[in-house]
């Protein structure tokens, strides 16, 4: 990789949406440990440094510090937030607990533009969030920048290329932080904006050959986006090496099983071996309730089947997975408290700690978005590069509370219904994902002449970029009416229909 620029992590939930927005400049972005060596960096060319923000105070003895040498290696770098204070504090300034937490919007005011701010105008929205701030610049330092509660909300040493700023530029609520962004990497960092996912596949199989070595590895196929591009993306770097299983748990929609044989043999022809596990997984689950243990429960019994899969198969010394970021930052308090666990995640949350296998996890840092436009660029039909996200415990996050074959049987009909007029309408295509929740709530209807109490089904459609937020889609009522009609006439046991309309946040994408 000729140009890289490194994030490193003290912590913060923003991190990977640095990340992020620097490949979307078309910069390659590499995320680091904050304590990585000078001597790792320089070894890995990097051509900027960005520190990230953190939930730590640097007026603590035992906060995150980088290796101070970074300022020596002769590369930009340029703090946001915890990394801004860093800075000050490092480099001879002075650091204080703010009297007034900036939390939230505020309005930032350009003094003096300089190659960080240049084609901005004077005065942008921006998004704060810090409890310390800097009150004295180090030697050779000056402040560009304010905001209502900051004098030195942008600064910099333009003869030594150190730059910082006490806001987020790389959320959406900063105004035209992108723009600052890309400032940095071009004007500063001299990066040409010439790199693309082509560029990091050759990165990602030279990865994944370097973990796995001579080794070999074992793979879950769920016929899902995340699982088909890591197949791809791992089989292209190691071959014959691979191994993919297929695991029936008995929460697959409908025809799933057969579609994933039918697809995977044919496209992809590697070795696919199917355990049919439904009955097991079933028993095991049978009377929970609560959310997080059904997933734990699902997420063991995963690991078990694969052990025992392994022990047909022969030696295999890793399990791969199709993690992705959201996954990630939803399951992880990362450096102390930067976001509240939410929720654990089938692929990070579920895995007991004394798995027999090592994880290969080669879509770790991407985004969904940037996962499709992998499978793309590996060949992958647009059918499979574009499905909706299905969660890794499949329905059984899909049927709130306990879960039983016949709340199966209902889901799984209504849910191919709702699939089938999504696709036929061209609304599939336009939606980052629709699915359908079992709820075992009996309430009164009539159908005929005759009074019913059957169930409730609810219709999930929401609109989003990276799932880490999203809102409900606006389907047209005639459309949302026919999928209706049609559950409540085609599936026994269904005699309501009700559309969920929160976004996220405060609600998640999934009921449970």
């Not at 030594?160 to 600052?180: C, K, N, T």
């Not at 229909?497 to 929160?502: A, E, G, P, Y």
Request: proline fraction near 4%; include cysteine; charged fraction near 25%.
């Amino acid at each position: 990789m000729s140009q890289i620029i490194a994030v490193l992590d003290f912590g913060s939930q923003y991190t990977q949406v640095i990340a992020r927005r620097i490949r979307e400049c078309n910069v390659y972005s590499k995320i680091y440990p904050f304590g990585v060596s000078t001597a790792e960096l320089k070894k890995d060319g990097v051509q900027g440094i960005i520190l990230s923000g953190g939930p730590s105070s640097v007026l603590l003895p035992k906060s995150p510090r980088p290796d101070p040498k970074i300022f020596e290696l002769g590369v930009p770098v340029l703090g946001i937030c915890y990394g801004l204070q860093l800075i000050g504090h490092l480099l001879g300034g002075k650091v204080e607990k703010s009297r007034q937490r900036e939390f939230g919007k505020g309005t930032l005011k350009i003094r003096k533009k300089g190659k960080l701010l240049a084609g901005l105008p004077a005065s942008l929205q921006v998004w704060n969030s810090h409890g310390d701030r800097v009150i004295e610049l180090p030697k050779g330092f000056e402040a560009i920048a304010s905001t209502e509660n900051s004098d030195v909300a942008v600064v910099q040493d333009a003869k030594r290329q150190i730059y910082g700023m006490q806001f987020h530029p790389e959320v959406v609520h900063s105004e035209r932080g992108i723009e600052i962004i890309r400032n940095f990497l071009t004007r500063i960092c001299g990066c040409k904006g010439d790199w693309q996912m082509s560029d990091y596949v050759e990165t990602a199989v030279q990865a994944i050959r370097e973990q796995v070595g001579d080794k070999r590895v074992i793979l879950g196929l769920s016929g899902g986006v995340d699982s088909s591009v890591a197949a791809a993306l791992i089989h292209k770097a190691i071959g014959k090496q691979l191994t993919c299983v297929f695991v029936d748990n008995g929460l697959l929609r409908k025809g799933e099983r057969e579609k994933v044989e039918r697809i995977f043999r044919e496209h992809f022809k590697i070795n696919l071996k199917v355990a049919k596990s439904g009955s097991r997984f079933l028993k095991k689950l049978k009377g929970v309730t609560d959310p997080e243990r059904k997933r734990k429960i699902i997420g063991r019994e995963f690991v078990k089947v694969f052990d025992e899969e392994v022990t047909k198969i022969g030696q295999v010394d890793f399990l791969a997975q199709g993690t992705l970021y959201p996954d990630v930052i939803e399951s992880v308090a990362i450096g102390g408290n930067p976001a509240a666990l939410i929720k654990s995640h089938h692929n990070v949350g579920g895995l007991p700690k004394r798995m027999k296998l090592k994880l290969l996890e080669p879509l770790r840092e991407l985004f969904k978005d940037e996962v499709r436009a992998l499978g793309e660029e590996l060949g992958l039909s647009k059918e499979m590069v574009w499905r909706h996200p299905f969660p890794g415990p499949g329905l059984g996050v899909r049927v709130i509370g306990e879960i039983k074959s016949s709340y199966l049987k209902i889901l799984r009909e209504a849910d191919a219904i709702l699939l089938e007029e999504m696709k036929r309408t061209g609304y599939y295509e336009k939606v980052w994902q629709a699915f359908c929740v079992f709820l075992p709530v009996q309430t009164v209807g009539v159908m005929g002449d005759e009074r019913t109490y059957d169930y409730v089904i609810a219709v999930r459609v929401v609109e989003s970029q990276d799932a880490m937020t999203a809102d409900w889609a606006h389907i047209p009522h005639d459309i949302l009416q026919t999928i209706s009609s049609r559950i409540i006439n085609e599936v026994k046991g269904v005699n309501r229909v009700v559309l969920d309309i929160s976004s996220k946040p405060p609600s998640t994408i999934e009921w449970e």
